[in-house]
C-alpha cells in the first residue's frame, strides 16, 4: 500500500483565492482525519470523518472552511477565500476500527500570500 | 478536560547521551497513549503505543498511571535522532502535545 496519499504537495495562492487539498487514506481504513500544523498551534484537528460521515469539526477555524468525503477513498479540505493566516502544513490521517493508531499522508504546504 | 502536556518545547543533547522526553496527561479514565515522530519535512510516523510495550529505534516508554506520565526515553542519543516527537492520548480521536523538538548535537 502506498500509504496516505495528499495532494497537492505545495499550494502558493493569493489571499482570497479557493485553495483545495485532496487526500486518500489508506485503503480499508474507514476513519478519516484532517490536521493543521503551525509553529505557533502545533497539530491542530479540523475534523474527522467516519466511514465518511463527520463526526467531529469542531475544529475548524470558521466557515471558510470546509470538509468532504464523497467515497470512502476520498476527502477534500477546501478553503474558500483563502487568507495568509491559513498558510500552514495540512496533514491528512487514516486509520481503521478499533486500532486508533493514525496513519499520516506527507501534507500539504500551503502559503497563502 | 483532557490534556496531554509535554513541558519542553527543545531539547538539545550530546550523542551518546542518555535522552528524556517528557509527556504527562490528565485524563479520569483508563489511558491510551502513543509517541509520534516527525523528521524534519516529513509526515508524522507512529514511533511506539504503550499496549504494544515495544522498542521502537532504541526507544521505549513506560506508562506510570501514579505520576499520569508518558515519558520517552533512550540511553544513548544518535544524531539521526534529531525530529520532533509528539506525545498523543486516544479517546475518540488523538489528544496531542504541543511536541518536543529534539536536537543531538555532534
Redesign the interface.
Known amino acids: 500500500d502506498a500509504g496516505?496519499i495528499q495532494s497537492p504537495r505545495h499550494e502558493v495562492t493569493e489571499m482570497g483565492q479557493e485553495v483545495t487539498l485532496r487526500c486518500k487514506p489508506i485503503s480499508g481504513h474507514n476513519s478519516l482525519?484532517w490536521y493543521r500544523q503551525t509553529m505557533m498551534r502545533?497539530?491542530e484537528?479540523l475534523i474527522?470523518f467516519n466511514n465518511n460521515v463527520p463526526?467531529?469539526d469542531s475544529g475548524m477555524p470558521e466557515d471558510r472552511f470546509s470538509a468532504k468525503m464523497p467515497n470512502a477513498s476520498f476527502s477534500t479540505l477546501k478553503i474558500q477565500p483563502s487568507e495568509p493566516r491559513d498558510s500552514a502544513v495540512y496533514?491528512c490521517?487514516s486509520s481503521l476500527g478499533d486500532d486508533?493508531?493514525?496513519?499520516?499522508?506527507?501534507?500539504t504546504r500551503l502559503l497563502v500570500l | 478536560a483532557q490534556r496531554v502536556t509535554q513541558p519542553e518545547k527543545l531539547l538539545s543533547v550530546f550523542k551518546g547521551a542518555p535522552v528524556e522526553l517528557k509527556c504527562n496527561y490528565s485524563y479520569s479514565g483508563s489511558p491510551?497513549l502513543?509517541w509520534y515522530v516527525q523528521y524534519s519535512r516529513?509526515?508524522?510516523?507512529?514511533l511506539l503505543?504503550h499496549i504494544s510495550r515495544e522498542s521502537i529505534k532504541g526507544f521505549t516508554a513506560d506508562l506510570n498511571k501514579g505520576e499520569t506520565s508518558f515519558h520517552l526515553k533512550k540511553p544513548f542519543a544518535q544524531e539521526e535522532d534529531s525530529a520532533m516527537y509528539?506525545c498523543a492520548l486516544?479517546m475518540?480521536?488523538?489528544i496531542?502535545?504541543?511536541?518536543t523538538s529534539l536536537a543531538v548535537n555532534p
Open positions: 496516505v482525519f502545533g497539530l484537528l474527522y463526526i467531529d496533514f490521517a486508533k493508531t493514525q496513519y499520516f499522508g506527507p501534507g | 491510551e502513543f516529513q509526515r508524522l510516523q507512529l503505543r509528539y486516544i475518540v480521536e488523538l496531542w502535545g504541543l511536541g
